[in-house]
């Protein structure tokens, strides 16, 4: 019996500062603001996330997706980011999905984003676009754009699975 989900996908980042990661999100993003919400430090302990409290700030995309973006009251050092990205411990990256990539990349361009793969999208594949680049905390972003969406998910059928 496999688990049946009820709701989009929701992915929780941790973060350090709050505001700027809710800032950007939402500004070179476009996500949505949702909820704010203050975790006591007993709480935080029981759900094994932090040994301190932490804020969580949900916020969610155009097609219905969250992001939680969680900082825990003592945030940890920065992390070094350098190198390929699989070559990295624990790696992993948030995809966005678009229709329009060279839009999506100028936008963030305009937030005084640098991208990994460089200023312009990379065909990986006939019809298939994509750019990497970083949030402000370093959390890689893949931008992606299918000339077919409907081959690549045929299981969408009006923008809704």
């Given at each position: 019996?496999?688990?049946k989900?009820?709701?989009?996908?929701?992915?929780?980042?941790?973060?350090?500062?709050?505001?700027?990661?809710?800032?950007?999100?939402?500004?070179?993003?476009?996500?949505?603001?949702v909820?704010?919400?203050?975790?006591?430090?007993?709480?935080a302990?029981?759900?094994?996330?932090?040994?301190?409290?932490?804020?969580?700030?949900?916020?969610?995309?155009?097609?219905?997706?969250?992001?939680?973006?969680?900082?825990?009251?003592?945030?940890?050092?920065?992390?070094?980011?350098?190198?390929?990205?699989?070559?990295?411990?624990?790696?992993?990256?948030?995809?966005?999905i678009?229709?329009?990539?060279?839009?999506?990349?100028?936008?963030?361009?305009?937030?005084?984003?640098?991208?990994?793969?460089?200023?312009?999208?990379?065909?990986?594949?006939?019809?298939?676009?994509?750019?990497?680049?970083?949030?402000?905390?370093?959390?890689?972003l893949?931008?992606?754009?299918?000339?077919?969406?409907?081959?690549?998910?045929?299981?969408?059928?009006?923008?809704?699975?």
């Amino acid at each position: 019996m496999s688990m049946k989900m009820i709701s989009p996908l929701e992915v929780g980042l941790g973060v350090r500062d709050l505001p700027r990661m809710r800032h950007f999100y939402e500004n070179a993003l476009g996500c949505q603001f949702v909820s704010e919400v203050a975790v006591p430090a007993d709480k935080a302990r029981q759900a094994a996330l932090s040994d301190g409290g932490y804020t969580v700030v949900r916020l969610q995309t155009s097609y219905g997706e969250r992001i939680k973006l969680l900082a825990p009251a003592n945030p940890p050092a920065a992390a070094a980011h350098g190198g390929p990205i699989l070559d990295q411990p624990n790696a992993c990256y948030l995809t966005f999905i678009v229709d329009d990539i060279d839009a999506a990349i100028a936008r963030l361009q305009a937030h005084g984003v640098e991208f990994l793969t460089g200023p312009a999208r990379v065909e990986v594949r006939p019809g298939t676009f994509l750019s990497f680049c970083r949030d402000p905390e370093g959390n890689v972003l893949e931008l992606v754009q299918y000339a077919d969406i409907h081959a690549y998910r045929p299981d969408l059928k009006n923008g809704s699975v």
